[in-house]
């Protein structure tokens, strides 16, 4: 699993690293499952999670995947920050929050993420 804990501003933060998959949606998927199991069994309200999504191709398959993982783990997390949405993927980010009911926050960069993520 790529995706792992980390530390930023003495706060621990978990980064769901779903770049550079680009249309390998297999393996994207694999990464989904990985992350949503691990993060299940942390306490509610726990997690500051940092969701990278890179150069990884936004398709319907991805963003169903995408979809029931933030379903599943939106009473776990506190905040939620996503680096890598596009004009082209901002619209799938949008439909995940709104079906997930999961806030999720736009960044352009994972050091501004981190900022809002620990703020």
């Known amino acids: 699993m790529k995706s792992h804990w980390a530390e930023y501003r003495n706060k621990k933060i978990f980064i769901a690293d779903y770049s550079n998959f680009e249309n390998n949606i297999g393996r994207l998927k694999n990464e989904i499952a990985e992350v949503t199991l691990a993060l299940s069994k942390e306490p509610t309200e726990s997690v500051l999670l940092l969701v990278d999504v890179r150069n990884t191709i936004g398709t319907k398959e991805a963003a169903d995947a995408l979809k029931a993982s933030a379903a599943a783990l939106k009473d776990i997390t506190i905040k939620t920050a996503v680096v890598g949405?596009?004009?082209?993927?901002?619209?799938?980010?949008?439909?995940?929050?709104?079906?997930?009911?999961?806030?999720?926050?736009?960044?352009?960069?994972?050091?501004?993420?981190?900022?809002?993520?620990t703020e």
């Open 85 to 117: 949405v596009s004009v082209f993927t901002k619209p799938i980010m949008l439909a995940i929050s709104f079906f997930s009911r999961m806030e999720l926050r736009p960044f352009d960069n994972s050091e501004t993420a981190g900022d809002w993520l």
